[in-house]
Nanobody
Framework: QVQLVESGGGLVQPGGSLRLSCAAS????????MAWFRQVPGKEREYVAV???????NYADSVKGRFTISRDNAKNTVYLQMNSLKPEDTAVYYC??????????WGKGILVTVSS
């Protein structure tokens, strides 16, 4: 199976920026979509952004215009550039990698806190 390790989280002030990374290792054949989700305690996991194997992207309305998802296939890594951060962006962020056989693999999550 694939191992996904997120990095780049932490504490940032409102209006600031963070860049999350998720590096994949292990069995990484036939990867298709790579995505980011986030979750606040007591709420269901929320979709944030996705990027296809061909580079097509899509964003949740709540982050559109502020976040950018990208990927480096040579490094088996997906990124999430987060700008103009708001307190409501505070959450645990999870990366997900999908494969052609229908299986999905998730990272363990990384905390992003936006606060003064």
């Amino acid at each position: 199976q694939v191992q996904l390790v997120e990095s780049g989280g932490g504490l940032v002030q409102p209006g600031g920026s963070l860049r999350l990374s998720c590096a994949a290792s292990g069995s990484i054949f036939r990867v298709t979509d790579m995505a980011w989700f986030r979750q606040v305690p007591g709420k269901e996991r929320e979709y944030v952004a996705v990027i296809s194997s061909g580079g097509s992207t899509n964003y949740a309305d709540s982050v559109k215009g502020r976040f950018t998802i990208s990927r480096d296939n040579a490094k088996n890594t997906v990124y999430l550039q987060m700008n103009s951060l708001k307190p409501e962006d505070t959450a645990v962020y999870y990366c997900k990698t999908s494969f052609a056989n229908g299986r999905d693999y998730w990272g363990k999550g990384i905390l992003v806190t936006v606060s003064s």
